[in-house]
């Protein structure tokens, strides 16, 4: 399996993107603004896109997508979602007003995009690839994701906060071996990431306490304009992780 980096950042300018992974050439993992750095043929290939929630940085490129390429396909894409987010991206954002349902264009029978929900206790299987919501702890429902290749495990946070769950979960897979971890604000704004439901520094430093795997670990979705002084306090409050900035075009295989 390859996880080729979109967009990784908490916000956009100057080359920074919003949350959107390529997992192989078939599957996006959420779909934020980095999805426009893909070619029309690259958009093309996409079959699947695992959602972690609705907040639109995670979510705005998928109209788009789907606008695109929807009848250049010979398929619908499919959209895998807990069900609280499938309810949120179908009352909001693909209900005839802000957006075309396009579950129902061309027509049912044969439309360019569908739903599939996901459930915690029930991977997805993909051509040999497992991909495994994971619990996590947000203002909205959310999910992260475990993508499994069979040889190792690539674990990707979401959007989350303090949260036992997911430690419980990761340091079950006895294969991890990359960890991507959000980490959206400074030390100085703790209180904001605590009523926001992300992480800081101090906090990520608590939370990575819990971890009992051995992995590389990736700090993502960090706010622009923050970005020195949120990966310096890192440094200080987590540096015997090594953990390390993502970066957009960054290529995982394993």
């Not at 475990?146 to 294969?175: E, H």
């Not at 430093?205 to 923050?226: C, D, Q, W, Y």
Request: charged share 20%.
């Amino acid at each position: 399996m390859k996880l080729r980096i979109l967009g990784c950042s908490g916000g956009i300018g100057s080359g920074e993107q919003t949350t959107a992974m390529l997992l192989d050439d078939d599957v996006l993992i959420d779909a934020g603004t980095g999805v426009g750095n893909l070619s029309l043929a690259e958009m093309i290939k996409i079959d699947h896109i695992f959602v972690t929630h609705a907040h639109l940085d995670h979510v705005a490129f998928i109209p788009f997508l789907v606008d695109t390429v929807g009848s250049l396909r010979h398929r619908p894409i499919t959209i895998h979602a807990i069900q609280p987010t499938l309810d949120t991206l179908q009352k909001h954002l693909f209900n005839w007003h802000l957006w075309p349902d396009f579950t129902k264009i061309p027509n049912d029978n044969s439309p360019y995009m569908r739903y599939q929900t996901l459930s915690l206790d029930d991977p997805t299987f993909l051509n040999g690839r497992m991909i495994a919501p994971l619990p996590v702890n947000h203002t909205v429902p959310t999910v992260g994701y475990q993508l499994n290749s069979g040889c190792s495990s690539l674990v990707f946070s979401g959007d989350t906060t303090t949260n036992d769950a997911l430690w419980m979960a990761v340091n079950k897979i006895t294969n991890l071996k990359y960890l991507i971890i959000e980490t959206a604000f400074c030390n100085q704004k703790r209180d904001i990431a605590i009523r926001s439901r992300h992480l800081c520094p101090s906090l990520l430093a608590e939370e990575l306490e819990k971890l009992e795997r051995n992995v590389e670990i990736f700090i993502t979705h960090l706010k622009p304009g923050e970005v020195d002084v949120i990966m310096e306090e890192i440094q200080q409050c987590a540096g015997k992780y090594n953990p390390r900035r993502l970066e957009n075009n960054q290529l995982f295989e394993f």
